[in-house]
């Protein structure tokens, strides 16, 4: 189990992917484990692979059991090592990958010299599939259940809130510069239906959204926009400010007119959602 990066320990809001990605290619790393109950630390260097490669899963699999065009047999690693030399083609007008084949790379005869077997048998067998470039960390990665006293659990809670607002206002950001697409950003039916997928995974996944789901209309709630109250906000410090209030009837049009905005807004994303449905739909 990772426990730590250079130090930097994993939290629900860090995992070790997010923590190994920012060092550069060669660049070394330590990485604490807890390997079965020992606290270790071991030593690793990032290598970014070249885009598209083809991985082998499990060639152990066929280990000596297959030959080459000479009749040697191959070990699994020997052939994994064939599998990652071959270089994947594109098609010419489509640019997507061809179907990986292993050619005449390798013949998989037995002892006797007779096929042993066929290149989709072999690629199904091994597991062989085509992957983007990526970072070569070499582990399985999956979540680690951990369990902790309240106290602990309270002081945990903040960093991770403030991870999440962070998230929240990046993306809302993202919507000015064009990070944010339209499509991630939803409406009340949105939401709803998230929140049913979502909670259908788990009670775990259900109780992770609810301090989201109160994170995410705090923050909102908090910005200087008409009708909320962070606007409210803003027309106390200017009431505080120049010891004047802004005109009740002024301020009430804005709330107004703010209110209606924002309701337009989510029923714009509703629409929108619904058109994008429907058109995968047909």
């Known amino acids: 189990i990772i426990l730590a990066v250079d130090g930097k320990k994993i939290e629900a809001y860090r995992n070790a992917t997010e923590l190994m990605k920012c060092y550069k290619n060669g660049e070394e790393f330590t990485v604490t484990v807890n390997r079965g109950?020992?606290?270790?630390?071991?030593?690793?260097?990032?290598?970014?692979?070249?885009?598209a490669f083809f991985f082998a899963k499990d060639t152990s699999k066929v280990d000596n059991n297959v030959f080459d065009s000479s009749l040697n047999a191959l070990s699994g690693n020997q052939l994994y090592d064939i599998i990652k030399s071959i270089e994947p083609e594109r098609d010419a007008e489509t640019g997507k990958y061809k179907e990986f084949s292993l050619g005449e790379t390798v013949l998989y005869k037995n002892a006797e010299g007779t096929e042993a077997y066929t290149d989709k048998e072999i690629i199904e067998l091994v597991g062989v599939t085509l992957s983007a470039s990526a970072n070569n960390i070499g582990y399985?990665?999956?979540?680690?259940?951990?369990?902790?006293?309240?106290?602990?659990?309270?002081?945990?809670?903040?960093?991770?809130?403030?991870?999440?607002?962070?998230?929240?206002?990046?993306?809302?950001?993202?919507?000015?510069?064009?990070?944010?697409?339209?499509?991630?950003?939803?409406?009340?039916?949105?939401?709803?239906?998230?929140v049913a997928e979502i909670s259908s995974q788990g009670m775990n996944y259900f109780l992770m959204l609810l301090p989201m789901l109160a994170m995410n209309l705090a923050l909102f709630n908090i910005l200087p926009i008409p009708a909320l109250d962070g606007a409210k906000c803003v027309f106390v410090l200017i009431e505080w400010i120049f010891r004047k209030p802004v005109p009740r009837k002024i301020e009430n049009i804005i709330h107004t007119v703010g209110l209606f905005v924002l309701l337009g807004l989510v029923l714009?994303?509703?629409?929108?959602?619904?058109?994008?449905?429907?058109?995968?739909?047909?």
Do not use: M
């Open 268 to 282: 714009f994303f509703d629409i929108y959602h619904f058109f994008i449905a429907a058109k995968l739909l047909i």
């Open 37 to 51: 109950g020992e606290i270790i630390d071991v030593s690793g260097v990032k290598k970014v692979e070249t885009e």
């Open 140 to 194: 399985v990665y999956y979540n680690q259940r951990a369990t902790y006293g309240f106290f602990e659990n309270f002081i945990k809670a903040w960093p991770f809130c403030f991870y999440i607002c962070g998230l929240i206002l990046g993306a809302l950001g993202g919507l000015f510069t064009g990070a944010t697409a339209l499509k991630d950003v939803g409406g009340t039916f949105t939401a709803i239906s998230q």
